[in-house]
Nanobody, 115 residues
Framework: QVQLVESGGGLVQAGESLKLSCSAS????????MGWYRQAPGKQRELVAA???????NYAPSVEGRFTASIDNAKNTVYLQMNSLKPEDMAVYYC?????????WGQGTQVTVSS
């Protein structure tokens, strides 16, 4: 089992920045890819950024150039630096870890962007 705990969400104004963190614990040796997803009210959960050793980092077109995902292996933590936030970025952001048997999810952290 792997536990994922997100933090760093909050309320910001449009144009401001936030940095989300996702701390992983448990059987992390089984993980081969990480990702950030988000889900806005009434919408499906969507991929924001995906990180893997083989494929590098990929971003959704809507956040490309504004968001940066990174991993600190020493801290077992994944980050999502979000700059130039827009009202349409408002959502619950989830951290995800992929292993051979499936995917783990964190509990999510709310990001609210006021215009």
């Amino acid at each position: 089992q792997v536990q994922l705990v997100e933090s760093g969400g909050g309320l910001v104004q449009a144009g401001e920045s936030l940095k989300l963190s996702c701390s992983a614990s448990g059987s992390i040796v089984s993980i081969y890819a990480m990702g950030w997803y988000r889900q806005a009210p009434g919408k499906q959960r969507e991929l924001v950024a995906a990180i893997s050793g083989s494929a590098g980092t990929n971003y959704a077109p809507s956040v490309e150039g504004r968001f940066t995902a990174s991993i600190d292996n020493a801290k077992n933590t994944v980050y999502l630096q979000m700059n130039s936030l827009k009202p349409e970025d408002m959502a619950v952001y989830y951290c995800s870890a992929v292993y051979l048997g499936g995917r783990y999810w964190g509990q999510g952290t709310q990001v609210t962007v006021s215009s």
